[in-house]
């Protein structure tokens, strides 16, 4: 781990599991464990399973002025983010252009709390705070347990009285096992799941307790990577491995647009004078490139960077790709000429270990009307 400069206070048992602690985000992460991922992915989508996403970066502004911080920085009207409610929202440069993504928490009048992943988040949000009267706080101690699936709700209910009725896109200051924590209806599965922060000295205990109750409904421990697998079927993008920092134009320096990401929904309707919104809107249009779906004739998984091909010509990248044990298909998403991402267009992949045909296929490949994750009750 020569990046890693965080610490999980689950590193010993991710250790224990098979990991060997690989860095994301500065911190050391279990991206894989000692047993077959695609049983961890089987898991999510049927029972649940529990993840350490510690490693998102977790950043607090409080004082009159934080509203505003944040009403600059991202692409959502916070007037509509009331304490208890949270949103998804990207980031921009002054070319806008994508730079991070993050999940905006409001809990307080004054008070928000912004978890985002490898992105300029901080900086941005640090450099917008200065001379405004607002306190900037990174917060390595508070730990993030995502708890995933279809029976995750089931057995927080058995803890949490309320729990069924928190909506999707809230969170809940309560206690879980007797420890404070917050507990957030969101997640990068596209599960009904939900996400769990507590101090990182009662971590421990609710990995631990949780795994220990929850076996006998299906409650499996799950690596990092397993959210490949399941971000390629529920169109979730993970920067920069999506983007062109990791595949560049030939002749352009990196950066992408939210048109061609398919991100432009983070947009609050009618939103301007945030940092990139008069390029933001000026580049509608002008897609180089879209973020696309593809369904592969194989029965193993791309690799990222594969070429895709259609008519003789190259007309994309995969960028992750994975194959599912409960509906044997090989998926994958792609960065694709905007001429070929049309549902349905022949492509070949070509790549150092996989030749094979494949279709354009329109994503989200599972649940494309977002119901489970959204589910009530």
């Not at 369904?295 to 998984?301: F, G, K, Q, S, T």
């Amino acid at each position: 781990m020569p990046l890693s400069w965080r610490t999980s206070v689950l590193a010993d048992r991710h250790l224990a599991l098979g990991s060997k602690l690989e860095d994301w985000s500065g911190m050391g992460t279990a991206w894989t464990y000692a047993k077959d991922m695609g049983d961890e992915h089987v898991a999510i989508r049927t029972k649940a399973g529990l993840m350490d996403v510690s490693g998102l970066k977790k950043m607090h502004l409080v004082g009159p002025h934080a509203q505003a911080v944040i009403e600059y920085v991202t692409t959502r009207d916070t007037s509509k983010i009331y304490p208890g409610k949270s949103a998804y929202a990207c980031m921009l440069n002054d070319a806008g252009h994508f730079t991070d993504d993050c999940i905006l928490y409001r809990t307080g009048p004054n008070a928000w709390m912004v978890v985002h992943g490898t992105g300029t988040g901080h900086e941005e949000l640090t450099k917008a705070a200065q001379a405004r009267n607002v306190a900037v706080l990174f917060d390595d101690d508070l730990h993030d347990l995502s708890l995933q699936g279809p029976v995750a709700v089931d057995f927080l209910a058995g803890h949490v009285p309320g729990i069924r009725d928190l909506p999707y896109f809230h969170h809940t200051q309560t206690r879980l096992f007797g420890k404070p924590v917050m507990i957030s209806r969101t997640g990068y599965t596209g599960e009904r799941g939900y996400e769990i922060f507590c101090k990182g000295a009662d971590a421990p205990v609710i990995w631990d307790t949780i795994l220990t109750q929850g076996a006998g409904m299906g409650i499996v421990p799950c690596c990092f990577t397993v959210l490949d697998m399941l971000r390629v079927e529920s169109y979730l993008l993970f920067y920069p491995y999506d983007n062109s920092q990791m595949y560049p134009f030939a002749d352009q320096p990196p950066g992408d647009t939210l048109w061609e990401l398919g991100l432009d929904f983070t947009v609050s309707p009618g939103k301007v004078g945030f940092r990139g919104a008069e390029q933001h809107y000026k580049l509608k249009g002008q897609e180089r490139f879209k973020i696309f779906g593809v369904l592969i004739e194989a029965d193993v998984a791309a690799d990222a960077g594969d070429e895709l091909w259609s008519g003789g010509a190259k007309v994309g990248v995969v960028t992750c790709a994975m194959t599912s044990k409960l509906t044997g298909k090989s998926m994958a998403i792609a960065r694709l000429d905007v001429a070929a991402a049309v549902h349905g267009t022949p492509l070949e992949v070509k790549g150092a270990k996989l030749s094979a045909s494949a279709t354009a296929h329109s994503l989200p490949f599972d649940d494309p009307g977002k119901k489970k994750r959204s589910a009530v009750g």
